[in-house]
């Protein structure tokens, strides 16, 4: 892991000016180095003023999310990440060097959110994708608590965004792009007088909802369509057995029930013998569903990893506390290995994931990331909340450990 400060550039007028002159001289690289993975069209743009700044609001797909609105919009805007992101060393040198504002995780970040207001009080337009993260399977995500304060907050002309047939281009969880035409879909700028936080809320949440299997579908080419799914597909729909998933270029094949599916352009399972298809949110419901019927969570071991590296990202330089096998256990979070690691469980909260293979959490009043090689992060987030979920009702109700709920039949679809 990069041990990189978070540094990021100052909001001043000189700063500014450099910004802007440095994405006039860049924007045609970007729109050229694009064009072979994602080349863009754009609507709306016209209703912009060439000057004025604005707080654009858009939904995250795409890995190209971020150059696409500052091509779409004809101008430097200062986006707003989360630190893992800036931590990232390739990532975290576009990001800063364009005038990015890092964002602590799990916490009302007042630095930063006062940053992008000195950076829109200098007259920047701002950029933040309100649901928080990038979809893994294109769902439309909750907005962050607290959106409606930001535009407050900023005063700036709100434009929401839709960015269409990214999450088929270029999925979160791919290790291999596609090639595909995104669309980007700029509204006229609209100020908030009279609206309800609530309403303002819900305006955005409507305005930038994009359904993947409803999105205009611009023609993909591509390979290996199915590298990557297991971390999202973690268990086999059929007979919900974890860690089972083998991903041979465009298919995938269970190595416990031997059901055999092609990943389509869509992101789809669909069964070789085409009697199924599962869109990934059907998987991942269906996976869960084998998980709370089965017996796991009655388990000693409830799951167990592969050989990861876990690490204290409180401060700015990373620090490594654990390497080995991570264990989660009913009431314990354990690493057994060269260099060994425990918490109890009543100390750990907010499980997320902002990079592919790794896993971000609460321990007490630190800050852990999980860095796994090929582990599905999203299953360990899924069981952490999970297990967490039955101990907070098990301590409310008084009652002991959670049961284990009844056995469903392993060959239903």
Request: charged content about 25%; proline content about 8%; some cysteine.
């Amino acid at each position: 892991m990069a041990s990189r400060g978070l540094s990021s550039l100052p909001p001043t007028k000189e700063n500014l000016h450099r910004l802007r002159v440095q994405v006039r001289v860049t924007s045609g690289l970007f729109r050229l180095g694009m064009r072979h993975w994602a080349p863009l069209r754009v609507t709306g743009a016209d209703q912009l003023q060439p000057r004025d700044p604005y707080l654009f609001l858009a939904n995250h797909t795409g890995l190209f999310d971020p150059p696409s609105l500052v091509i779409a919009a004809r101008r430097h805007i200062n986006m707003l990440a989360t630190e893992s992101n800036i931590r990232s060393s390739a990532i975290g040198q576009f990001i800063t060097a364009y005038g990015g504002v890092p964002k602590k995780k799990y916490t009302s970040d007042v630095r930063a959110i006062m940053q992008l207001r000195r950076w829109a009080d200098l007259g920047a337009s701002i950029g933040v994708f309100p649901e928080g993260q990038r979809s893994w399977d294109g769902k439309p995500l909750p907005l962050v608590p607290g959106i409606e304060k930001l535009v407050a907050l900023l005063k700036l002309p709100v434009v929401t965004c839709r960015i269409r047939n990214a999450y088929r281009q270029s999925p979160r969880w791919a290790e291999r792009m596609r090639r595909g035409t995104v669309l980007v879909e700029l509204d006229p700028p609209q100020t908030f007088d009279t609206e309800t936080p609530d309403q303002i809320s819900e305006h955005i949440r409507k305005a930038i909802a994009v359904d993947p299997m409803e999105e205009p579908r611009f023609p993909l080419t591509g390979r290996d369509l199915a590298a990557g799914i297991s971390n999202v597909a973690w268990a086999c729909p059929v007979c919900g057995e974890i860690r089972s998933f083998i991903e041979e270029g465009n298919r995938v094949r269970c190595s416990s029930c031997r059901s055999r599916w092609r990943v389509d352009w869509d992101c789809r399972l669909v069964s070789l013998d085409g009697a199924r298809s599962h869109t990934l949110p059907e998987v991942v419901a269906l996976a869960e569903q084998h998980q709370l019927a089965g017996d796991r969570f009655g388990r000693t071991t409830i799951l167990e990893s592969e050989p990861m590296k876990l690490w204290d990202i409180t401060k700015p330089r990373p620090r490594l506390v654990g390497d080995g096998v991570l264990r989660l256990l009913p009431d314990e979070l354990v690493v057994d290995g060269p260099l060994p690691w425990s918490a109890p469980l009543d100390t750990v909260a907010a499980p997320t994931v902002d990079m592919r293979r790794r896993l971000t959490l609460r321990v007490g009043t630190s800050y852990m990331e999980l860095e796994m090689a090929r582990e599905s992060v999203l299953k360990w987030v899924w069981f952490t909340e999970q297990l967490l979920a039955r101990r907070s009702d098990a301590a409310a109700s008084g009652a002991g450990p959670p049961q284990a709920g009844p056995t469903i039949d392993a060959q239903a679809p």
